[in-house]
């Protein structure tokens, strides 16, 4: 079992920048590659980032590529969402997520076993 649960969202202007923490309970944590997802009112969750257990690679979502940065530290159990130059197309709940322990850096959600309970994220332009 892995609890999780997200902070750091909050309100930001547009080309601001907010970092979102997420601590993971249980010792299965750096067993497995994590996740951000997020969602949007009206929209469905979609892929934000992903990050490998020992943090060797990572992947991004076209939409946020070059501009945010996913990082772990296995010794704190977090995983991190660095989120900078911001856009108002960015406003959503954040959520994390552990990965089923099979997949290296899953995209998909239903790859992921445990999520948070989501923290807020809005950019205002």
């Known amino acids: 079992q892995v609890q999780l649960v997200e902070s750091g969202g909050g309100l930001v202007q547009a080309g601001g920048s907010l970092r979102l923490s997420c601590a993971a309970s249980g010792r299965t944590f750096s067993n497995v590659a994590m996740g951000w997802f997020r969602q949007a009112p009206g929209k469905e969750r979609e892929f934000v980032a992903a990050?490998?257990?020992?943090?060797?690679?990572?992947n991004y979502a076209e939409s946020v590529k070059g501009r945010f940065t996913i990082s772990r530290d296995n010794a704190k159990n977090t995983v991190y969402l660095q989120m900078n130059s911001l856009k108002p197309e960015d406003t959503a709940v954040y959520y994390c997520a552990a990965s089923a322990p099979y997949y290296s850096l899953p995209t998909r959600a239903h790859q992921y076993t445990y999520w948070g309970q989501g923290t807020q994220v809005t950019v205002s332009s």
């Open positions: 990050i490998t257990r020992s943090g060797d690679r990572t």
